[in-house]
């Protein structure tokens, strides 16, 4: 493109995510960032709910198994019991094991088929050749460091998780998976030119962890800037918690806290997941005497999240410390809480509880008990909620992507100097 007189080119970025792209709030906010710093941006994922940025160039992963013959799923199957056996016999010997994890990727069936159709896309398309790469987690590594390779372009790795702590308490994750989670990482967050991820302090688990060729940047899961009214208590006090609806994130001992929360208090818990999960909180809540005060609504679209959660006045999250993963958590949601102008009641977790109490947004329930759980909503008085919720909303003003962005467009063009400095 021309920008006064002068001949440009425009850069291009790629991100890639095994997720629906257009429910994804991180791939959003990145895409955006990058469109408006002038980038055309190639987004490669699978469909979501919600409908997709009409700028993106959009490549769409396919999200079912392939068609296989029966040889070619024994091969695959072999693939990854071979790659497994590395992984988890030779972690000692780094180079056999990361041989082993990228045998084991080869032989996942959805990983290895959107891989071919990443690499065959950028082929087909000369003109998108891009200069930046992003992987979203572990998942995309490989077909991320592949084409970045081949076009010369600069390799990223935006880490949502502490991947290689992730599920400590399921046996059969750490037997099987985490070798192999350990492997890939080591192998291609070296390889990566930056690294960045959702905390300060899942930032030190990985320097410390991997060797890396510059210190990770944070770059935190900010919601775009949305100006909400300071509502007003009303004669019920909604409580809302909003996001994946799945173990580990707290949601029966919310459940059963109700029963020691004030009359006036009610349960929303607003978000998709599986049916048997969502029978048995539902079921939960009846055994607990309180279905009358739990609700349970589908997730609303990206869009409406912060009006949605507007409605209510608290913004619950209580999950337990199970992992370094779970303790250096800095969600989507505690965010958009504050966005929404909630009073804010979250677990005493590092990361979260500085920043509610830097931002005067809250209350800490100490521990992950229906008892304490209830006595730190019931300490939010009518008064105290609508404090709260005006500190949520000076915060807001603050903690948000028009801000944040600033941090990862930083990044981006340094790496662009880097490579290009003839274009820069």
């Given at each position: 493109m021309t920008v006064a007189g002068a001949s440009t080119v425009q850069r291009t970025a790629w991100i890639l995510s095994y997720t629906g792209v257009s429910d994804e709030p991180r791939v959003l906010r990145q895409a955006k960032a990058l469109g408006d710093a002038g980038w055309r941006v190639v987004v490669a994922g699978h469909d979501g709910r919600s409908a997709r940025p009409p700028e993106w160039r959009y490549i769409r992963l396919d999200d079912t198994n392939p068609p296989r013959s029966l040889a070619r799923r024994l091969g695959q199957l072999c693939q990854r019991e071979l790659g497994r056996a590395a992984c988890i016999h030779f972690a000692g010997w780094p180079a056999a094991a990361q041989a082993g994890a990228r045998l084991i990727y080869r032989g996942l069936p959805l990983w290895s088929a959107a891989q071919a159709e990443i690499l065959a896309a950028a082929e087909s398309e000369p003109g998108l050749r891009p200069d930046l790469v992003v992987a979203h987690d572990y998942h995309t590594c490989p077909p991320a460091a592949e084409l970045a390779r081949r076009t010369g372009a600069?390799?990223?790795?935006?880490?949502?998780?502490?991947?290689?702590?992730?599920?400590?308490?399921?046996?059969?994750?750490?037997?099987?998976?985490?070798?192999?989670?350990?492997?890939?990482?080591?192998?291609?967050?070296?390889?990566?030119?930056?690294?960045?991820?959702?905390?300060?302090?899942?930032?030190?688990?990985?320097?410390?962890?991997?060797?890396?060729?510059?210190?990770?940047?944070?770059?935190?899961?900010?919601?775009?800037?949305?100006?909400?009214?300071?509502?007003?208590?009303?004669?019920?006090?909604?409580?809302?918690?909003?996001?994946?609806?799945?173990?580990?994130?707290?949601?029966?001992?919310?459940?059963?806290?109700?029963?020691?929360?004030?009359?006036?208090?009610?349960?929303?818990?607003?978000?998709?997941?599986?049916?048997?999960?969502?029978?048995?909180?539902?079921?939960?809540?009846?055994?607990?005497?309180v279905a009358e005060r739990v609700r349970f609504e589908p997730a609303v679209p990206f869009g409406e999240i912060i009006p949605a959660a507007n409605q209510a006045d608290i913004g619950l999250f209580v999950q337990s410390d199970l992992s370094p993963q779970k303790r250096l958590a800095l969600p989507n949601k505690f965010f958009e809480y504050v966005m929404a102008g909630l009073a804010l009641c979250i677990a005493?977790?590092?990361?979260?509880?500085?920043?509610?109490?830097?931002?005067?947004?809250?209350?800490?329930?100490?521990?992950?008990?229906?008892?304490?759980?209830?006595?730190?909503?019931?300490?939010?008085?009518?008064?105290?909620i609508m404090h709260y919720k005006a500190q949520a909303l000076a915060a807001a003003r603050l903690l948000n992507w028009e801000n944040e962005q600033r941090t990862m467009i930083a990044l981006f063009d340094e790496l662009m100097r880097e490579r290009r400095p003839s274009a820069c």
């Open positions: 600069a390799f990223v790795v935006d880490c949502h998780e502490y991947s290689r702590a992730e599920y400590p308490g399921n046996p059969g994750w750490m037997a099987r998976e985490r070798p192999f989670v350990i492997a890939l990482q080591d192998d291609y967050l070296a390889r990566a030119d930056a690294v960045t991820t959702v905390s300060d302090g899942i930032a030190r688990l990985l320097e410390r962890d991997q060797a890396l060729k510059r210190p990770v940047t944070t770059v935190r899961s900010l919601p775009f800037y949305a100006q909400m009214p300071l509502r007003p208590v009303g004669e019920r006090i909604e409580v809302l918690y909003h996001g994946i609806v799945g173990p580990e994130r707290g949601l029966e001992v919310s459940i059963q806290s109700v029963r020691g929360w004030k009359p006036e208090y009610r349960l929303t818990i607003r978000g998709n997941g599986e049916s048997t999960y969502l029978d048995a909180l539902k079921a939960l809540s009846r055994e607990a005497g005493d977790l590092p990361e979260m509880a500085t920043l509610l109490q830097r931002h005067d947004l809250g209350v800490l329930a100490r521990k992950l008990q229906p008892d304490a759980v209830a006595e730190a909503v019931n300490s939010l008085s009518r008064d105290r």
